[in-house]
């Protein structure tokens, strides 16, 4: 048992840290004033470009991608990385500096590992040069979609092509003007096993029948320049060619990106919680009401204490999570991963916002992240499922176990 | 003791939820969008007028202001216009409707008391005509304002007039196009005693020296067309008459107006979480996942139940506040109104925060008001002092009380 | 509405407070030590029989018997009731000064209702003259009782007889040496309809093949000299005219007693969780550490002012039962009696829990009733159906009646 | 990072978890039958004995002595230590049968570090050797010990001999009658620094002056046959030479012990929440209700889940408090032990306490022993310095540490 970071990731941690502190904290505000003034909200901050130039200079770029992808990515494991996505938490629109972004992340290593030589230099490419920027369309408004039993989307075979025909919504990442692709799932067969029925699809954003109906904000938050669109498909052709690993077989790459999908989630999250929680740290030691400066209250000592026992218990869980994928793959993990979807985001939500009530109005308005972190911890208690969808499963593991 | 709302409640009642039904909620989202597409979002949609003319027409208008103040209003005691106040909570904008939305109620409640005759036929009639709106200048983002001593804006006698110095934030209602009047709290002697430093003073929009800086935010929503503003006052100068009550008197002005002010936000709270509830209850008896309602879950049916407890419980309490105050006023009722403030706001939160876990992604969207009704209640455990504030209040005279 | 307790619930209150002060708190501790220190620990301490008398010459006996059952018991409605039940629950063992201590209430509304002649003369009079005690055998080891229809003890007809066979367990008063007759809940027809198998009957405790088999405990507490037994039936044979009301109707029996039952048992709750606040009131008071007095401390006046919104909330609740019940009755008033059985006792433990942590080591010792008062609040959230099946109740009845 | 046990700890796990499975979990009735039915209930039931004999024979004794005390003891470090620790939590009573139990040691490793010679042989030797049994006397009934300058016992030399005087209670073990030696601590210098008044010093149980005035009880437990003694020291006379490590240095033995300590109980804590887990796992299958086993339900799926997530989280923080003891010592690991004094109890009280609901009325029955641990998780609440304490020195480093 060791808790250390070992030495690479160490190294690498301080260089984040660094740029942090020299490019990212300073132009902070900047950023989200340049989004909020941009000639229209979906267009990313030129300054973005110049970001990533330097963070690619400083060997900052592509940390997520694991060593089977090479000679992509930095080869890190998921238990070295996961410190490092916890870092670019700290402020929501900086892991795209990093090009550590999601959805891209996922869809690129689903390129990685499914996608064909023309597939990975048309899109995997220019997403690893942080060029282009991708979406994930899965859930849908009119059913569950936590149970993937549920979706409608269909993807029908006719000749050549494949034609997909139904309604996307809170598809992240397809309002930005520099999206060029999509991932799709839907049922190429809705009379298969339970688990056999889905597919997933590649799906340029500028194919004919294809259309944006609208932003979805996610708790008063539009997330732009990003965004999450209500996306229509309208009897979409695209060749056969750009239907992933085969028919039926959606399920089984929607599985694989998510255990490294909600660690990244799970991590950043932890950021968020971390840096509400210095932020709150700062805040108390500097106001004062009725005649003492807040950082004296015994009930704000108690909850900056608990929000670290919090924040910690959860970092740990997290990076046990990492270091389990990395011993033992997905599968074996499969309890410790809903285990970790289950505990970060409601602590972030928790810890983010105690932060918020120790800022008083101030935590709630546009001058500090905090609101739009809680949006996001808030919104990550539903996406990829519902907290209780995989307290359900973890809960039904573990009595089975007991009782086998 | 009786817990069934008087005949006059009822009846009014029985009108306000038929108004509701008649006219409010099937254009609840019409209104919503008329909003986000107005030439401005400072300027209240003209349907606003209907409305409020049909609801003058149905005798449901300034519902709020109590007997003492006839002839103006509907003479209702507090624990009569609670119900009412519950029932308009279940829409955000829908108090405006009947002219009883802050701050304009406490403003008007002012104005009635302590206005002259002049001050009266300027700002009060149109108040209660609904023809203009109003604001409280109140916090100050320098400081902690729940602590009144550190308020920082100064009113400083010159000749005939006052001259304002000072930065105010999150003034309610000031960003709206009709808001023509300010009441505004600042110090007029830095040196008197602890709670007699304070004066409240009227301020013409319009006058000279005032400017608005921006909007305030409030967890991502910018509440439109009535904002939150931050407002500068430089040598802003009134006549000595627009002094309400006298000098010093501002926190007792103040203090006056918190009682039912405070009493209004819960009972609003109350509703809409409330609201919430029947939504919840409807959601899950039509979402189906993992092969049956939601509604089937033993975990959502002991949410709902939970929800229903808290509710009901938040919704006694302030009844009885309000019972309270009507029998033997606000001093009186001291502990029982930061009761309510510490409770509602809190059970708000945590009821509508579960709403939006049963509607999913959908909940957290722009199609249900979910999620804009959690900013307004997470707001309010901030405005008008901190839940802790409050509780250390009540604490220290629970604590005096047993030990007298 | 009106929050205010009537006249004569404001002077029994006023007595019983007196009598109280007088009588019982003066001898709280020497009445357990009493218990402890008897020749066994299932003898009352005959202190209790002065104490009984006292309370009858105060005009302070069997005050739970509502109107229906003049002449016998004082007439009062449940919520005239209510707030004189939360007094005695102040003091564990003091209901029983007044003749109001379960199970026996239960057993005598019961007797009252249905008994014949005789059983009334035989079983029903020395109950109410406070001579004999009683016991209430429902809760069976091997099944869960929450679900009457597990119900494993039979009730069969031979001739003249029933002959009972079945375990009970948390036979509650079963222990004492005084308690003389059990109500036994049944099955007369394992084959009939969900709700009618069930029947009742009344067991003298010293019939042939009625065995006690040992005391059970409730967190650590045998609750002497009350006591829950666990009894054997072996072939119990008891005349036919000892079925109460008829066969098959042992449901709608239960029924009957659980409205006023849950309201009695909450009720003393709250005065427990009130004593508890009132005693960490004076206790933070007192104590010093690291420098001041607990109660200068801000978490502990948050707990504080927490505690007394969490106990008014619940009073203002099973009151609000109480007077619906008088109104409309046990059925239509089905929601809200789940709705305080779910609240009261969560509520109970919580509070309780939070005084014992501000009195330290003290609270959990035996010089404190706290520990033994959270012990009876931990069991109430099982007894009579754990927590989840109210909340499933009532969740269930919410859904459908807004979906009607 | 690596969050495997290592060689050492997997091979003395399976042991243990052998000896738990062979030995201690079939007799683990009958061992709390034994104690309830002795000639007097502060003797150690023979079986005990027996057990501890064949643990030794097993290599599983003094596991909890470190390196530095060698050739005493295992040679374990507290991160190899610490999950034998888990395990021996699972059964109250056991830690005894491995010579862990506390608070021998503690004592244990005071008398290794500080003791001569002569007390080695006298008191160490045999306590090393599971023959005698020790107590520690901190706590006083006066006063709030978690602040150490409250203690008023005074300890004065005079000539060759100390003097002592003061009223200790919750003195862990000295009601057991094998029980031969007290470690005590009390004030030498009521005048000197803050932390330097203090000293510790031995007394043994039969000097003059000491007596047990009672046995007290934590939460309705008197934890028999070990107990807590209220413990009156009048004029109590020891030499020079039972002081041990020099007047004053009590708070910096005491500060010593307190690390492991701490690690101790929340590792056991953290045992008794994953029995308690087993169990409800277990229960859940087999108790059937309204027609279908618990674990079918999805709120029983959802709480089993967080309890998981709990306990893990818990184990997690405090597997890394014994890693950063082992490598960084006491003073450094501050913070981290904080926390898991803070986390780990209140988490085994919320886990045991949804296990014991789980378990219906049997779980707050003396037929398992639910109860009971739930007991002790809430008596560590206090121990040692309640939550609060713990809290704000946490809360006040962490703020210090951030704004330096």
Redesign the interface.
């Known amino acids: 048992?060791?808790?250390?970071?070992?030495e690479r990731?160490q190294t690498l941690l301080k260089q984040l840290r660094a740029f942090m502190q020299e490019e990212v904290y300073p132009i902070e505000k900047e950023y989200v004033h340049a989004v909020e003034n941009g000639e229209n909200r979906w267009q990313t901050p030129v300054m973005m470009q110049t970001l990533k130039q330097r963070a690619k200079d400083a060997g900052l770029w592509n940390l997520f991608l694991p060593e089977e992808y090479k000679p992509y990515g930095a080869g890190l494991s998921n238990?070295e990385y996961a410190p490092l996505c916890e870092e670019m938490g700290r402020v929501l629109f900086s892991s795209e500096i990093f090009n550590c972004s999601a959805p891209d992340t996922g869809n690129m290593e689903v390129l990685a590992k499914y996608g064909n030589e023309e597939q990975k230099k048309q899109w995997l490419e220019p997403l690893l040069n942080g060029e282009i920027r991708s979406a994930f369309a899965m859930?849908e408004?009119a059913?569950?979609?936590?149970?993937a039993t549920?979706i409608e989307t269909s993807i029908t075979r006719d000749g050549d092509e494949y034609v997909i025909n139904g309604r996307k919504?809170?598809t992240s990442g397809a309002m930005n003007e520099n999206c060029k692709i999509m991932v799709v799932m839907g049922k190429t067969d809705f009379e298969a096993a339970r688990h056999q029925q889905q597919s997933q699809i590649l799906v340029p954003m500028d194919t004919k029948g294809v259309s944006i109906v609208r932003p979805?904000?996610?708790?008063?938050?539009f997330d732009e320049p990003v965004g999450h669109a209500e996306v229509l498909f309208d009897n979409v052709r695209v060749p056969v060619s750009n239907l992933l690993l085969g028919e039926g077989r959606g399920f089984e790459i929607a599985q694989g990106r998510l255990g490294p999908g909600r660690i990244h989630h799970c991590m950043r999250l932890i950021g968020c919680a971390q840096r509400a929680?210095?932020l709150a740290?700062?805040r108390?030691?500097q106001?004062?009401?009725?005649g003492k400066p807040?950082?004296k209250?015994?009930?704000?000592?108690?909850?900056?204490?608990?929000m670290?026992?919090d924040i910690?218990?959860?970092r740990?869980?997290t990076?046990?999570a990492a270091?389990?994928m990395d011993r033992y793959g997905n599968k074996v993990s499969r309890d410790?991963i809903?285990?970790i979807k289950?505990?970060a985001p409601k602590m972030a939500c928790k810890v983010i916002?105690e932060a918020?009530?120790m800022h008083?109005?101030?935590?709630?308005?546009?001058d500090y992240a905090l609101?739009?972190m809680?949006?996001y911890a808030?919104?990550i208690?539903?996406?990829d499922g519902?907290?209780?969808?995989?307290?359900?499963q973890?809960?039904?593991n573990?009595?089975a176990e007991?009782?086998a």
């Open positions: 048992m060791n808790f250390e970071y070992n990731t238990a859930t408004p059913v569950a979609s936590s149970d549920n919504w809170y979805m904000a996610a708790m008063g938050y929680l210095d740290c700062e108390v030691e106001r004062v009401a009725f807040l950082s209250q015994q009930s704000v000592r108690e909850s900056i204490a608990q670290h026992c910690e218990q959860a740990l869980l990076l046990k270091d389990k410790i809903a285990a289950i505990v916002d918020i009530q008083g109005a101030a935590g709630t308005s546009q609101s739009a809680y949006a808030r919104t208690r539903l996406a519902p907290d209780q969808v995989h307290m359900m973890l809960g039904r573990l009595i007991k009782n």
